[in-house]
């Protein structure tokens, strides 16, 4: 697979009208972004489905899957779509999959205990339906979302490597260092272009106020020194600017190039603004795209 090092994740590419999300996506091949993700939270379309929509509308860029949820599917279910669009878009299709978090999988009606356990488990019954499942043209890579040492663990002995999100550039190092240097690492990075401290702020923590009520999240960024005056409010300033790279486009690409520098593969770019909405998205991208040599 052949994505370059910089792509786009936003939440609207898999909530969008199917026109507007084929627009969009391919306006992010044209600027020469070589990825665009969809996720499976609530109020999303089906990833898969979206994903062979995207696909089809786009000649080279690939479509990630991020993060779809192993409680919204059986395992057999999973590795079908996998097989599906590894085989019909050979190099182009990346198979995120991931446990979620205890709120959201409760209200799915699943006991979310021992989630390492459920992920290994699910992992065997992947491999299984692998086995009667066809042959595809080319097997996607398939990476695992994680945050804390043994699910990256998992994802480096399990999987082709991992998608981080919500994580800071110091995420990606030690995340590295447990993957080793042949698996692939891929985290997402919020960005603002926005030079105004207080606007960029204002728009980072609307986005991270949801995150910061999952146990998963918190847990993380305590190993990497934050504290619960950091959580409180939206977000101190330091968790902020950790979370959410704002400023001049300049300053936005050289926090993607220390990502890159920590040992990334790729960083997926979620461009925030005050309604989730794709054209203020590619308004951000298209600014972007020189300052990150695309």
């Known amino acids: 697979m052949d994505a370059g090092h910089v792509g786009v994740w936003h939440p609207m590419i898999g909530k969008a009208p199917a026109g507007e999300?084929?627009?969009?996506?391919?306006?992010i091949e044209e600027l020469g972004y070589g990825s665009a993700w969809v996720n499976d939270g609530w109020g999303s379309k089906d990833p898969f489905t979206c994903a062979a929509v995207l696909l089809a509308a786009t000649r080279r860029l690939a479509i990630g899957a991020g993060i779809v949820s192993i409680w919204s599917r059986d395992a057999t279910a999973m590795a079908a779509g996998e097989v599906t669009l590894?085989?019909?878009?050979?190099?182009?299709?990346?198979?995120?999959i991931g446990v979620s978090h205890g709120p959201l999988v409760s209200m799915r009606g699943h006991d979310y205990a021992k989630p390492l356990?459920?992920?290994?488990?699910?992992?065997?019954?992947?491999?299984?339906?692998?086995k009667i499942l066809p042959t595809p043209q080319a097997?996607?890579?398939r990476l695992l979302a994680a945050l804390r040492p043994r699910m990256l663990e998992l994802s480096r002995d399990r999987a082709g490597g991992a998608h981080t999100?919500?994580?800071?550039?110091?995420?990606?190092?030690?995340a590295r260092d447990i993957l080793g240097p042949d698996r692939l690492l891929v985290p997402e990075q919020a960005v603002v272009v926005e030079t105004d401290p207080a606007r960029a702020r204002e728009i980072a923590?609307?986005?991270?106020?949801p995150y910061l009520t999952l146990p998963n999240y918190l847990g993380n960024l305590r190993?990497?020194?934050f504290s619960d005056e950091d959580f409180a409010d939206g977000g101190s300033d330091r968790l902020t600017d950790a979370i959410v790279a704002w400023g001049s486009a300049?300053?936005?690409?050289k926090r993607i190039g220390t990502h890159l520098d920590a040992g990334a593969d790729h960083v997926a770019i979620q461009p925030l603004s005050p309604e989730p909405e794709l054209a203020d998205a590619l308004a951000q991208l298209r600014l972007l795209a020189p300052a990150l040599g695309l």
């Open 21 to 27: 999300a084929r627009r969009a996506a391919a306006e």
């Open 86 to 96: 590894g085989d019909a878009f050979p190099g182009r299709f990346l198979m995120g």
């Open 250 to 253: 300049e300053t936005v690409a």
């Open 165 to 174: 999100y919500f994580v800071p550039p110091e995420h990606t190092l030690l």
């Open 205 to 209: 923590r609307a986005h991270m106020s």
């Open 117 to 130: 356990t459920a992920m290994s488990r699910y992992l065997d019954g992947m491999d299984d339906a692998r």
């Open 223 to 225: 190993t990497l020194g």
């Open 139 to 141: 097997q996607a890579p």
